[in-house]
């Protein structure tokens, strides 16, 4: 259950990305790769057999300092994002939703408008993450989602892609626990990382963002 939500937390979002011309000058994608790791914090108590998937610390997320404006920038909306989903906020979920991503998840549901659309791909995840954490918190039981880490930056010229991986903290007075795997994430800004769309890494990412990007760009970000 605890991994259904980290892949409900991170459904599908993303946004317009600049079109480039096939005939217009081909930019390469310049990477650069971080080097950063998390600091885990020792639970209280950790003599208790876990079951798998789950492993007992508490993941103190990644800071920056003002200078890696992008960074900070991403994380801020991320957990933006996550919010509205947790609340039910599909007005606010919907700008988040990547418009290639949206017209190729459109086959699903034929005939029905926009907003109908929006609401299907929200509000069933929304109601079973919300009765969970209202569960959780009648038992003082914390939940936080964090980003691990960061592994690599994409520049394609205004469009910034980084990938980084997201888990959870599930934490009590006398327990801290976190999820083991982690879910690979796709961040993306079209203007120089000032506002962020995110996609999971699924089967239909290459496809999804082969729409906007030539395979040069799809396959640093896919890693191939």
Known sequence: MIKYIIATLTLIISISCTNHNSSSISIEPIEFLYNDSPNIIDSPTGNQE??????YGKIIPPSFPDSMKME?????QIAAYNSALIHGDFNTCSKYLYP????????????FPDDEIIEKIFAANAKELQEIFKSWKSKNIEYQLVVYNFEKKITY???IIIIFNITSNISSEKVFLHLEDLDKTIGISHNNGVNWWFMNNHEDLPTI????????VVNAIMGY
């Open 100 to 111: 290639a991503a949206f017209e190729y998840y459109k086959r699903y549901y034929p005939n």
């Open 157 to 159: 010229g205004d469009n």
């Open 50 to 55: 876990l079951r798998y998937g789950l492993k």
């Open 72 to 76: 900070k920038n991403l994380l801020t």
């Open 209 to 216: 963002l082969g729409k906007n990007y030539p395979s040069e």
